[in-house]
């Protein structure tokens, strides 16, 4: 085996495309993006387990220094009162590198300029539409613009709406949507009690909200709530901003008024992203194609593991790759390796984002005296998942 070819240049191809290279091989990425998402999406964490798997790269500390570390974790009601919190500012010394809260854009630049300098060859642009596997020894890639690519493996870290799969697996199901609809942005300017480094998390009256402050006072926020039609499609195509910020201010009019004041100060209200779930896929390889990250297995945002579980998948890949001498046995291996973690970590994903539907007045009674046992036994599953590290050099 030679020649790689990585569809999706996001999170999950770019880290690929490093580990690969380490191995000697001819690493090339097509991203149907024109450039890195520089200006795009919202804000992220990268868990100290994502942060873990990037560290043998070079990468964590670049991500580090654009980043903020999250100290805390802090949850109140409606009312704008105390219901409980988990600490995380011993995260660094446990785990080597804290929960790293970064915009997404941001990641996605360094990880592309780093792979390219570390050899990965990026194509922008160039969006895949076909696989052809009917040759014994090959894989060819058919492009939207006409032209074509072969190589020796074909691997799809195109997310969760992943062409690669759908080629692959015509039979797997499709992703499915959680009930929440995302809207984020970042405001200046707005006075939110909460200190930097600290990400508070409000059930609200009709809707869930979330925000964090830099050390720099800007305010990174995200909205969780139902839609307004089950038309997602149309809801994605966004005909209005104003109105949806419209809408916004009226599902948080009965929350803590910094709410409303944070929603008005963005100056580019961004989403909405419908969150969908990808579960139970039956495999998530054939032949020479292979999938990850998102493409296998995305999750509801809520437990802040996406892009970690990205990351570490792109270790294990590589090292099975590294250690086995087919590719269709190391696929296997790969999926073997990562299922009962990723489907863990899905489960708890979709607990914690259950966890923020709106409740009528007696659950909220009975959620505003429960939490904090809840978070304890959250705060303790979530260093779980913070604690696994991967070890390049072990042998799969
Ligand atoms: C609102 C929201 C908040 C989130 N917050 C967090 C968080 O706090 N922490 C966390 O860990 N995770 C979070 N996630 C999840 C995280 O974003 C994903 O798990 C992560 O981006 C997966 O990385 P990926 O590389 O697999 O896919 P992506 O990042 O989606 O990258 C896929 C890439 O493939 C490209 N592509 C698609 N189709 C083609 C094609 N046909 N040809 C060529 N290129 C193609 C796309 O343009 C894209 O660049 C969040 C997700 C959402 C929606």
Not at 58 to 78: K, L, P
Not at 257 to 284: C, F, H, K, N, S
């Amino acid at each position: 085996m030679r020649r790689v070819l990585i569809v999706g240049g996001g999170i999950a191809g770019p880290v690929l495309g490093m580990w690969l290279k380490r191995l000697g091989l001819e690493v090339s990425i097509t991203e149907a993006r024109p450039t890195a998402a520089v200006g795009e999406g919202a804000f992220l964490g990268v868990a100290p387990n994502g942060m873990n798997a990037l560290e043998p790269l070079g990468v964590a500390a670049a991500v580090a220094a654009a980043g903020t570390a999250c100290e805390a974790f802090q949850f109140i009601n409606r009312r704008g009162e105390s219901i409980g919190s988990i600490d995380r500012s011993g995260d660094a010394s446990a785990f080597g590198r804290p929960l790293t809260m970064i915009r997404r854009g941001q990641l996605n630049a360094i990880l592309a300029e780093e792979a390219a300098r570390q050899g990965v060859e990026i194509r922008w642009g160039q969006r895949l539409v076909a696989v052809d596997e009917s040759h014994p020894n090959h894989v060819i890639a058919r492009f939207e613009d006409g032209s074509e690519s072969s190589a020796d493996i074909l691997i799809g870290c195109d997310g969760l709406r992943s062409r690669v799969r759908s080629l692959l697996l015509p039979d797997a199901p499709a992703p499915s949507f959680t009930g929440l609809l995302d809207y984020g942005g970042f405001a200046r300017g707005v006075q939110v009690p909460v200190p930097p480094g600290v990400n508070l998390m409000l059930f609200g009256r009709r809707a869930f909200f979330g925000i964090f402050v830099t050390p720099s006072g800007e305010s990174w926020w995200f909205h969780n709530g139902a839609p307004e039609s089950s038309d997602l499609e149309a809801l994605r195509k966004r005909s209005d901003p104003a109105r949806e910020r419209e809408r916004l201010l009226e599902l948080h009019r009965e929350d803590p008024p910094w709410v409303g004041d944070v929603i008005r100060a963005t100056p580019t209200l961004l989403g909405p992203w419908p969150i969908y779930e990808l579960q139970a896929m039956p495999r998530w390889h054939a032949g020479r194609v292979c999938l990850l990250g998102d493409a296998a297995h995305a999750m509801s945002p809520s437990a802040g593991q996406g892009a970690s579980l990205a990351m570490e998948d792109a270790l294990v890949l590589a090292q099975c790759l590294r250690d086995i001498d087919t590719p269709a046995k190391a696929f296997a291996a790969f999926e073997k390796a990562r299922r009962p973690r990723v489907d863990a970590i899905f489960r708890a994903a979709r607990r914690n984002g259950s966890g923020k539907a709106v409740s009528g007045a007696f659950s909220e009674w009975f959620r505003d005296r429960l939490l904090p046992l809840f978070l304890r036994l959250g705060a303790s599953s979530q260093s779980k998942m913070y604690s696994y590290r991967l070890e390049w050099e072990k042998t799969t």
